[in-house]
Every structure is written in structure tokens, then in C-alpha cells.
């Protein structure tokens, strides 16, 4: 079963949930793209193979809104929606407090290693910026709002993690997570331009009531 927010001709927004990945991978695990392929398949009968454009992505612990693009005139448009930075990402994130400051932006370069799928703050890296604001806090926990300017991988985890604020949960970039925890890290909402109709849409989804996520009570 898929969680479908909004769908039309054009553009299919759905709930990623946590750990699983985006699209097939060597794990041969069940994802996102193909759960969502025989979603449209089975709804409307298709025969052979169902396109369905993949122009954004999560990473595979990481749960919450993504858009599948429905036709390739849709996907190529909402891919230059994207790169024009008129693609707004909010996320809900919980991390290590340690005087964390109400609110602030995140500057930085990052480099990734695609032998290690691993980020760092490096000066040979690509732009990264980020604005947050603190929501709740409890626990050594701060509970945080994230606004995301550029979309780079790992990019909140290793923004956070370098200033000594790393995620709950974070088996790649917190020393202190314990193995099993789930990393606390949630699309929330997406604002764009719809790539057929032109018109400004916003989707909202707020992740489980669960902990650590619930600390705002």
C-alpha cells in the first residue's frame, strides 16, 4: 500500500516510508518507484510499463514527502523547477541540543566520497545553505525547523553533525546513536509550481506521534 497526498495527470505526491529506498538499489529491497509504478499500474489498468519520473529523492532512512513526475514533459519541467531553486523543502529534524541557538543559518561546502557514501564540510565541495529555527526542546533534544536553500546529499545530517548538533538516530554521522535507532529526520513540506497548471501548491505532512518527534507534546 502506498499513501497518496495528491495525484492528477501530471504529478503523483506520496508518503516515503522510513527505510526504504527511492528506487532499486543492490540491496534488491522493495522501493519507493516501483510500489508507486504498480500503484498507477493496478488504479488504471496500464499495460506494459508505467512511466514514472524520479526528479527528487530522500535518503533511504529518511522518511516523509516525495513527487513522482507522471509524464516526461512533467518531469523535465518540475527537474528545472528544481534547479532554478524554486522548489521549497522544509523538514522536521531532532538533534543533539548542546546550546543549539534558537534559530540560525548553516553555510558550508560539502564533499561527498562515493566510495563511502559519506559528506564532509570541505572547501573543494558544492555550495550547501540552510536556515533552521528551534521548535521544542527537551532532554538535551532540540527539536528543529528546517528550511533547505540547496539540496545536496547528507546535507542537514552533516551540517548539524559538524557543529557538534548531530541527529538523533544517525547511524552515519552520530557517534552517540545507538544501533537500531532511527534516525529523526522529516520531509515535511514541499511548495513548487505545478509544472502544467502553473499554479502554486504546498503539501504538508507531520510525521508519526512518536518519540522523538512527539517531544513538542
Known sequence: MINVIYEDNHILVVEKPVNIPMQEDSSKDTDLLTIAKEYIKTKYNKPGNVYLGLVHRLDRPVGGIVIFAKTSKAASRLSAIIQ???????????????????????????????????????????YAKLDYEVIKRKDNLALVHINLHTGRSHQIRVQFSSRNHPLYGDQRYNKHAIKGQQIALWAYRITFTHPVLKTSMTFTLEPKDIYPFNIRG
Not at 91 to 120: H, I, M, P, S
Request: cysteine-free; aromatic content about 10%.
Open 84 to 126: 532554478s531553486h524554486d522548489f521549497k523543502k522544509e523538514y522536521l529534524a531532532v538533534v543533539l541540543d548542546n546550546g543549539l541557538k534558537n534559530k540560525g543559518v548553516f553555510e558550508d561546502y560539502l564533499l561527498k566520497d562515493t566510495k563511502t557514501n559519506t559528506v564532509k564540510v570541505d572547501p573543494k565541495g558544492k
